[in-house]
């Protein structure tokens, strides 16, 4: 039966792989055949522009507009909330140093036009251009993704304020949202077809560069997580749960981790991550809100997995990658990481956002490349997401229930 649940949970994960390698061979024997197929391929991606607005302001706007207490767990929130930006910007910069060190493409495919992208804009007009549009019309655009976000949060804030989280606004909101999502999943169920016709152009535009750069991203990524997980982790449960926190961390930790890999989500594994940290002694006021929390907004394999896309497509279009933009590509990993991956079905989001700040001249080609990454990632980025809420808990704890928390539920224990 359990089989039978991680084949459904990866089924369509192994279709999408499937064609998109479909896609490289028929490009690879036939770049004629293939040049005939992209606009397969661009309908798709058409389609996912033209719903990304309103997908993207439905979602944040309803989520915010919803929330049922504002002062509930005030400082268990404030602390969560910090914690998971604080990992996730470690995650991002550890990432960035590999990507100095082993970047992913070596030599810039050929025939990309880069003098397209433009100049980079000043540090007062990226600040300008994170936050605000010019105008409403502004908001209404793939191009301008955090304004939009900004603008979504405020006005589900004043939804709130104004409804409580139950008037009609609050309930268009959520209606909109569920129609949005479902817009999605049919337009999914092309996605197949159109990664078949998009990377069968690929490799018959750019051949075995490719397959030599994805190769190269895998290599650092995969061998990352695992090396996460037993560095990064027990330094985490150290600082939160002081002595012997180490040992009881790995004790428990390697049954949220085999669900993740299991089910491919962050969602499912909260179940499980809520029994380890009630047999870990982890207070249930803080466990009830840290990890429903984290499988939406705690997400440390996804900013690795951003950092490493942003590093791509610069190799990829023959830009470089230099200290100076540490800064801005941290931000928006977290951002884009740890701020979205709340949004129900918003699995393409984190792309838009990196093409609309660092590729928006050449959207039509990154979008399909960021998103390949993001599948060929997903399994150990769900691992380290999930399994990292349980750990997250060991450090909330300590600024909530006092250093010495998890010292005292083990003598408890003990006396029992």
């Known amino acids: ?23 490289c061979i028929v490009g690879w024997i036939s770049p004629e055949f293939a040049a005939k197929l992209k606009p397969f391929g661009t309908v798709f991606i058409n389609m996912m522009f033209c719903i990304v607005v309103p997908l993207v302001f439905a979602s944040i706007s309803s989520s915010v507009a919803g929330m049922r207490s504002r002062k509930r767990a005030g400082k268990i929130l404030g602390t969560t909330v910090a914690v998971f930006v604080i990992t996730g910007a470690i995650a991002a910069f550890i990432m960035f140093i590999l990507m100095k060190i082993f970047p992913p493409v070596l030599t810039a495919w050929e025939d990309i036009p880069a003098e397209e992208m433009g100049e980079y804009a000043t540090l007062s007009d990226m600040i300008v251009n994170f936050f605000t549009a010019s105008d409403f019309v502004g908001l209404l655009t793939r191009r301008a993704m955090l304004p939009l976000i900004v603008f979504s949060l405020l006005f589900g804030f004043a939804a709130n304020l104004a409804e409580n989280g139950e008037g009609v606004i609050t309930r268009f909101l959520e209606s909109l949202t569920n129609v949005m999502l479902k817009f999605v999943k049919i337009i999914t169920f092309y996605a197949p077809i159109a990664f078949f016709a998009i990377f069968a152009g690929l490799v018959a535009d750019y051949g075995s560069m490719i397959t030599e750069s994805y190769g190269r991203a895998m290599l650092v990524y995969y061998p990352l997580c695992f090396i996460y997980i037993f560095t990064a982790f027990p330094l985490f449960a150290r600082f939160g749960g002081g002595p012997g926190a180490v040992k009881v961390m790995f004790k428990h930790i390697a049954r949220p981790a085999v669900v993740s890999l299991g089910t491919c989500s962050s969602v499912a594994t909260i179940p499980t991550n809520m029994e380890v940290a009630e047999d870990t002694g982890i207070s249930k006021d803080v466990s009830e809100m840290v990890i429903p929390l984290g499988a939406t907004m705690h997400m440390d394999g996804s900013c690795f997995s951003c950092v490493l896309k942003i590093a791509f497509v610069y190799g990829v279009f023959g830009i470089d990658f230099t200290w100076g933009q540490v800064i801005p590509i941290i931000l928006v990993a977290v951002l884009s990481s740890v701020g979205m991956s709340g949004v129900p079905g918003g699995g393409y989001i984190g792309e838009y956002i990196i093409c609309s700040i660092f590729f928006p001249a050449q959207m039509e080609l990154a979008f399909p490349i960021l998103v390949a990454i993001g ?3 997903d399994p150990p980025a769900t691992m380290i997401n999930s399994s990292g809420d349980y750990v997250v808990s060991y450090i909330v704890s300590r600024y909530v229930d006092g250093k010495d928390w998890l010292q005292q539920k083990l003598g408890a224990l003990n006396k029992v």
């Not at 039966?1 to 896609?23: C, D, H, P, S, T």
């Open 1 to 23: 039966m359990q089989n039978k649940e991680i084949a459904r949970n990866y089924r369509f994960l192994a279709i999408l792989l499937g064609a998109m390698i479909l896609g």
């Open 375 to 377: 599948n060929l990632v």
